[in-house]
């Protein structure tokens, strides 16, 4: 469904179009499965980092006690990132990119909790407006660059990108421009470049994620499958490599 208008189509309403949406969408996932049969490693390393949220979420392996913050927070990345993922592949992308976004969000918190405990004792004990005024997304990022700049993982430049492109309206919003031919496009189409540069960028920030996690919940040999794969990514040509640009 692209955004130019075709009197000659029908469009369906009532429960044909909620049969259509669902008809459209396992036809998109069949192709989103081609689309992502280069992208191995790229996969295995969400599907890793996916497994250790998910752990440390549940208290899998082991409960540390305590009011589970990090545990809630892990969580809420874990189902967000399976919601990227699945928009993704029945060609949502800036609905799953809007997603990304959030996770950036919990990301930059976490990396923010092991470098600076004083800010996260007065983020545990704040109430909703303090956490509005001295933990917004733009203040963590700046107590992060404070202490340990290489530590953020979603970075100003990030942040407005995915603000700018996939979150916030404006005069020039077009939904899901994503192939070189500049068409926006109405509902889920599969697009190359748009496949790819979600995934990089969800696998990216889960990476990122997912490396703190699973070093503070002692999986070390999730940590060693992490590296492991992103030392086979980097060393990759660069014609050949698709998926997480992260670096250990």
């Not at 496949?195 to 503070?216: G, P």
Request: proline share 3%; hydrophobic share 35%; with cysteine.
């Amino acid at each position: 469904m692209t955004t130019r208008k075709d009197s000659h189509v029908r469009i369906p309403s009532g429960l044909e179009h909620i049969k259509m949406l669902d008809d459209i969408a396992e036809h998109n996932r069949k192709l989103s499965v081609k689309e992502l049969e280069s992208a191995t490693t790229a996969l295995a390393l969400l599907g890793t980092s996916l497994s250790v949220l998910y752990q440390a979420s549940t208290c899998h392996r082991k409960c540390f006690g305590g009011p589970h913050v990090l545990e809630g927070l892990c969580g809420r990345a874990y189902n967000l990132a399976c919601g990227s993922y699945l928009l993704i592949c029945r060609g949502f992308y800036d609905e799953a990119l809007n997603l990304v976004r959030s996770i950036g969000e919990i990301a930059n918190l976490i990396s923010l909790s092991v470098v600076d405990k004083e800010a996260l004792r007065k983020w545990l004990q704040s109430d909703v407006k303090t956490r509005i005024r001295e933990f917004g997304p733009a203040k963590v990022r700046k107590l992060l660059a404070r202490h340990e700049p290489f530590l953020t993982c979603a970075d100003q430049n990030w942040y407005t990108r995915f603000c700018e492109n996939y979150t916030h309206v404006h005069p020039g919003t077009k939904p899901n421009v994503h192939n070189p031919d500049g068409k926006a496009y109405v509902g889920g189409i599969v697009q190359h470049d748009g496949i790819k540069l979600a995934i990089d960028e969800l696998t990216n920030v889960i990476t990122h994620l997912a490396m703190f996690v699973s070093k503070y919940t002692q999986m070390d040999d999730l940590f060693s499958e992490i590296r492991a794969l992103i030392r086979s990514q980097n060393d990759k040509p660069a014609s050949e490599a698709t998926g997480s640009g992260a670096t250990t």
